[in-house]
């Protein structure tokens, strides 16, 4: 098509007689094999998909062929139809136009990208032996669809956690839960590999329905079975200083947090800004902890504009407990790696000259210690009795 406009150019400018000789077939414009070359080279490096947009709608080359010997002029507006002299058109020009026609072209394909939404991928499944019990866990990772996810976020889970958060579910969710369906228990042959991969199917399935449907996946149940495991491990871990290892777990549960929408969720259910909230403040100790003070500083502030009062609020004393700790970690975090720190230290001293004592609040290592971290139904405890009387998250 590149070399049709070509052609079409020309012979416009032949009818302005500029010059007899080129009617003749004598080439007077050098640089014209050097465009015709590039175009066709875009055009193959595009697969053939080269395309152009007229009055907001996208033609392919394939349409522009039977389209008549007018359809040239819709690509380069009224210059072609208004006769514009070699003066006004050079040799680059087209190359200019076909650019641009390229990016708009980009911008509409992009306008019109897959939506995101959450892959639930089962990439392994083991049997494991615990004293006198024995079963399948499932390793699931979670991620983001139409876009390169670079940080999945990973759960490992046997069949009755699956049990139990289906069991939950239904007794809160009747009517949603209604349609979706189950893999059922098997008395036998629950370890041999192909009832795995069959359940393995089946849970990624099941986690993929109960996410579709916009009640289910808002539910504090179906949060929590993600994420709330990883958050009460990051806290006994931090209990017994094992710092590292707790950074491992608590960054797990924000990615997943993320991924499932609780920072939104967490301006409208309480139990979601309480488990948000801690999530951020126990990463900041324990990368203060680490001495990885940018990545301290980055949490903490993060946290902060979440919990930052109105001025009603704090005239009124009615903030978030965790927001005076809070501010102090975040002014000796900024003072240390020299970064602005006026905001909260200004908020801090406000706070202080209303006549709290700001000095007499437990530090945030110590807030975050003695936090209990609740469920939707009620329970307290990290670790939960299966029926059949191992320990499960």
Request: proline share 4%.
């Amino acid at each position: 098509m590149a070399s049709k406009i070509l052609d079409r150019l020309r012979r416009t400018l032949f009818r302005e007689g500029e010059n007899p000789s080129e009617a003749d077939g004598v080439d007077e414009f050098p640089e014209s094999s050097e465009l015709e070359d590039e175009t066709d080279y875009v055009s193959a490096k595009l697969g053939g998909t080269l395309c152009f947009e007229s009055d907001g709608v996208l033609e392919s080359e394939d349409a522009g062929e039977g389209s008549g010997p007018d359809s040239d002029s819709d690509v380069f507006g009224e210059s072609i139809e208004t006769g514009c002299s070699s003066t006004e058109i050079s040799p680059t020009g087209p190359s200019n136009l076909l650019t641009h026609q390229l990016q708009e072209s980009w911008r509409s394909l992009r306008t019109r990208s897959i939506p995101e939404k959450l892959i639930f991928e089962v990439t392994d499944a083991s049997v494991v032996q615990e004293n006198t019990s024995k079963y399948v866990l499932y390793t699931i990772h979670v991620i983001h669809s139409g876009v390169f996810d670079k940080t999945p976020a990973v759960i490992t889970r046997r069949y009755t956690d699956f049990e139990r958060l289906h069991s939950r579910l239904r007794r809160r969710h009747a009517d949603e839960m209604e349609g979706v369906h189950f893999p059922r228990k098997k008395l036998r042959k629950n370890f041999v590999a192909e009832t795995i991969a069959k359940r393995s199917r089946a849970f990624e399935q099941y986690l993929t329905h109960l996410h579709s449907l916009p009640e289910l996946r808002r539910a504090p149940t179906f949060l929590q079975f993600f994420y709330l495991g990883d958050l009460r491990a990051g806290q006994m871990l931090m209990r017994v200083g094992r710092y590292q290892e707790a950074l491992g777990s608590l960054l797990n549960a924000l990615r997943l947090q993320e991924k499932l929408g609780c920072h939104q969720l967490s301006q409208q259910n309480h139990l979601q800004r309480v488990h948000w909230l801690f999530n951020l403040s126990a990463l900041v100790t324990c990368f203060q902890e680490l001495e990885q003070l940018g990545e301290a500083q980055e949490h903490c502030d993060r946290a902060l504009q979440d919990i930052a009062p109105s001025q009603d609020a704090l005239q009124q004393q009615q903030f978030h407990p965790l927001l005076i700790p809070l501010l102090q970690s975040n002014v000796r975090l900024s003072w240390k790696i020299s970064k602005d720190k006026r905001r909260w230290e200004a908020l801090l001293q406000e706070i202080q000259d209303s006549g709290i004592d700001i000095g007499g609040q437990p530090n945030l290592k110590e807030y975050l210690i003695k936090e209990i971290l609740e469920d939707s139904d009620g329970e307290t405890k990290s670790k939960v009795k299966s029926d059949d009387g191992s320990q499960a998250y």
